[in-house]
């Protein structure tokens, strides 16, 4: 199975903080990467698709970039609304795999 | 508006049985696969099982193959997962999740808001 490491698994930041979490695959993946907000008690949500596209209806603040084992999700000023944990998922090989989760927390 | 509503979930005993639906609705579901993704209490995502939009293709994790069954009625848009000799290690909530695939990936753009599934003595 392919291993997704993310890191760090939690942080602290501030409002309008810009935030990077970073995922890295244990072989390469080309860009078959996702990642996913989930807040408290709900289902999760996704945000970037094969690594770098912005699903519909998602503020441009969040960005992806990466390709191969490598990959990075970034917020660009920190809203309140965006303290929750985020997931990257390969999609490359049967099983698909999620990262252990980054939890981010107001500081 | 795409919505996928689960149901099924509960207390059982270690061995027993439980069968979980997820009902679909606002999209054309026969178009798409689906999967179940569980997520353990405080811990992480879990993929559970796949299923292709005609049931031609089936996959499922090294830890529930054997155990658990995936099924769908595309004529009643449902998705569904026959959990079989349950264990301890099962309890989790249970979501059924759409998959969309592109050129270059494929994920999961819609999910249930989850089921519980409790495997307690």
């Known amino acids: 199975d392919i291993q997704m490491t993310q890191s760090p698994s939690s942080l602290s930041a501030s409002v309008g903080d810009r935030v990077t979490i970073t995922c890295r695959a244990s072989?390469?993946?080309?860009?078959?990467l996702n990642w996913y907000q989930q807040k408290p008690g709900k289902a999760p949500n996704l945000l970037i698709y094969?690594?770098?596209s912005l699903q519909s209806g998602v503020p441009p603040r969040f960005s992806g970039s990466g390709s191969g084992t490598d990959f990075t999700l970034t917020i660009t000023s920190l809203q309140p609304e965006d303290f929750a944990s985020y997931y990257c998922?390969?999609?490359?090989?049967?099983?698909?795999?999620f990262g252990g989760g980054t939890k981010v927390e107001i500081k | 508006e795409v919505q996928l509503v689960e149901s099924g979930g509960g207390l059982v005993q270690p061995g027993g049985s439980l069968r979980l639906s997820c009902a679909a609705s606002?999209?054309?579901?026969?178009?798409?696969?689906m999967n179940w993704v569980r997520q353990s209490p405080g811990k992480g995502l879990e993929w559970v099982s796949y299923?292709?939009?005609?049931?031609?293709?089936?996959e499922y994790a090294d830890s529930v193959k054997g155990r658990f069954t995936i099924s769908r009625d595309n004529a009643k848009k449902s998705l569904y997962l026959q959990m079989n000799s349950l264990r301890a290690e099962d309890t989790a909530v249970y979501y059924c999740?759409?998959?969309?695939?592109?050129?270059?990936?494929?994920?999961?753009?819609?999910w249930g808001q989850g089921t519980l599934v409790t495997v307690s003595s």
């Open positions: 999740a759409r998959d969309v695939c592109s050129s270059t990936s494929c994920y999961y753009t819609n």
């Open positions: 606002g999209f054309t579901f026969s178009s798409d696969a």
């Open positions: 299923i292709s939009s005609s049931s031609g293709s089936i």
């Open positions: 072989q390469s993946i080309d860009t078959y």
């Open positions: 094969a690594a770098s």
């Open positions: 998922q390969q999609s490359h090989r049967t099983p698909p795999t």
